[in-house]
């Protein structure tokens, strides 16, 4: 039973399309999914996907999961990682994202941390068995209760939800869905450490709203993510971006650029939500001929340092909108200049979009005292950075705080009063979209003996990559495996011909 919603959630917003367009197309899987799970592609309406909604959601109530407890989902970019979120908020239930490419070490620490009570996973993705990951990390987080996951040859123990949805039970209960209420855990690593970031679903629909309306996608539009949606950043651009432009969220595994063109051709796409480097990529590579549908291009930046360096947008017939991450903390847009170059960034408050005068508020942007970039509006989930109390003798009061420090270093340009960034947060190496503490990478290279080396190298296009050296690397790969550490990690040991 759903009652009446007090604010706006994930729930209403689909039901809001649903109600008004139940056989309009809704989700489209990747043309190779096959390959990467060994399942076939899904095509569904708004219609379909309700169903199947419905029928894991009664999956997570008969499994006995406790309304806002926490169920974590590791799962590619697929339809069903949608489906698994939608539902699970129609069961009550608080997700938690965790990112693909971590293994039991990771998963592990965030399953005990936020004591999520289910793991939802795909039983094999690019021919790792994702499955016995969970299993593993389950069996080692003391409230893990259920252990569910999608695909072919489950281990014993492993729900099939596949049969959850064959199966079509409506099960439910009276849920008061509240836009209040917490939504996701995402996780991020800061200067202090392992940080878990909860988000309401009021958090989301802003950061949701930031990138819809500072790019401008139309109502209908047919959006193309590729774009890993497990962190907040990949959720608001692909989910909460299609769930408000009531359109088609066509998804795809990253990363197979064959694939990639088929889709957006075949499935008419006007929308491309990408990784930064990965639109510049298709920009050289003659977008309006090869992709000639696109005309909104959404270019998110995990290194924000490099958009300021960045080549001028000068694809005509698809406008460019920049997204600045940062981490966990939040993010901000801003569409492309005439020229091509980046549009500059005041400090100060922002709408959505910014060029409209008395748009709404999407956010602020300040520098701290310590000459670094802070954030602040209702996507910010400030108590997750918040920090630490002051010893429990001391009589001094902790200083008030409404912004998170995200440790990027900035300056202001004297002729423009723009806010440069031109450094990443001090001692967090960032790998694509996984960062780590450097000091970690030291403590791990310590286990694999004397001569043993794992570092960090800057890199153009992912900010930095692992590299490490070992007396046998071979050695070394599976001694990490066995660890539980993530592929980054692992294959950083590659034999490379004599370079580091």
């Given amino acids: 039973m759903i009652q009446t919603n007090p604010s706006p959630t994930l729930e209403a917003l689909f039901r809001r399309v649903l109600t008004r367009q139940p056989d309009a197309l809704a989700l489209l899987d990747p043309v190779n999914k096959a390959r990467v799970t060994g399942l076939p592609p899904k095509r569904l309406t708004f219609a379909q996907a309700d169903r199947a909604i419905t029928a ?44 693909m490419l971590w293994r039991q070490a990771e998963l592990t620490v965030a399953l005990n941390r936020t004591g999520a009570r289910a793991i939802v996973t795909m039983s094999k993705i690019d021919g790792v068995s994702h499955a016995d990951l969970a299993m593993n990390a389950a069996a080692e987080a003391f409230s893990i209760r259920h252990v569910c996951g999608f695909g072919n040859d489950l281990p014993e123990g492993m729900a099939s939800l596949d049969q959850a949805l064959i199966s079509g039970s409506e ?94 051709n075949e499935n008419g796409c006007d929308t491309l939500v990408a990784p930064a480097q990965l639109v510049q990529r298709l920009a050289e590579a003659d977008m309006p001929s090869r992709l000639p549908t696109l005309r909104n291009v959404i270019g998110l930046w995990r290194a924000p340092e490099q958009i300021t360096s960045s080549p001028p947008w000068t694809i005509a017939s698809a406008t460019l909108t920049d997204v600045y991450l940062f981490g966990e903390a939040g993010l901000f847009g801003a569409r492309r200049a005439a ?61 008030p705080r409404d912004y998170v420090d995200t440790g990027y270093a900035v300056r202001l340009d004297r002729s423009t009063g723009a806010v440069c960034i031109t450094a990443p947060p001090s001692g967090i190496m960032a790998v694509g979209g996984y960062r780590f503490l450097s000091q970690d990478l030291q403590e791990w290279a ?55």
């Fill in 56 to 99: 894991l959601a009664a999956h997570f109530i008969e499994a006995g999961l406790p309304a806002n407890s926490v169920i974590a989902i590791h799962l590619p970019n697929t339809v069903e990682f949608m489906l698994t979120v939608l539902a699970a908020h129609r069961a009550g239930l608080i997700v938690a994202l965790l990112p």
């Fill in 446 to 500: 310590k286990r694999l003996g004397q001569g043993a080396l794992l570092t960090a190298l800057p890199d153009r296009l992912s900010g930095y990559r692992l590299a490490g050296r070992a007396q046998d690397n071979a050695r070394a790969r599976d001694a990490l495996g066995e660890l539980g550490l993530n592929p980054l990690m692992v294959e950083a040991f590659r034999d490379r011909a004599g370079r580091v």
């Fill in 339 to 399: 020229d091509g170059t980046p549009a500059p960034i005041l400090p100060g408050s922002h709408g959505a979009p910014r060029d409209v005068p008395g748009s709404s508020i999407a956010g602020e942007t300040l520098i701290t005292p310590k000459g670094t970039l802070g954030l602040r509006g209702p996507m910010v989930s400030v108590a997750a950075y918040a920090p630490p109390a002051p010893p429990s003798d001391s009589l001094m009061a902790p200083p």
């Fill in 171 to 264: 099960t439910s209960r009276a849920i008061m869905h509240d836009g209040r209420k917490a939504a996701i855990v995402s996780f991020d690593v800061t200067a202090d450490g392992f940080c878990a970031v909860p988000r309401t679903h009021l958090n989301l629909i802003a950061g949701g709203l930031a990138v819809f309306l500072e790019s401008n996608v139309p109502q209908g539009a047919k959006i193309m993510s590729a774009f890993a949606p497990s962190s907040f950043a990949g959720l608001t651009s692909s989910l909460l971006v299609w769930l408000l432009s009531g359109g088609t969220l066509a998804l795809h595994h990253p990363f197979d650029g064959d694939a990639l063109e088929q889709q957006i």
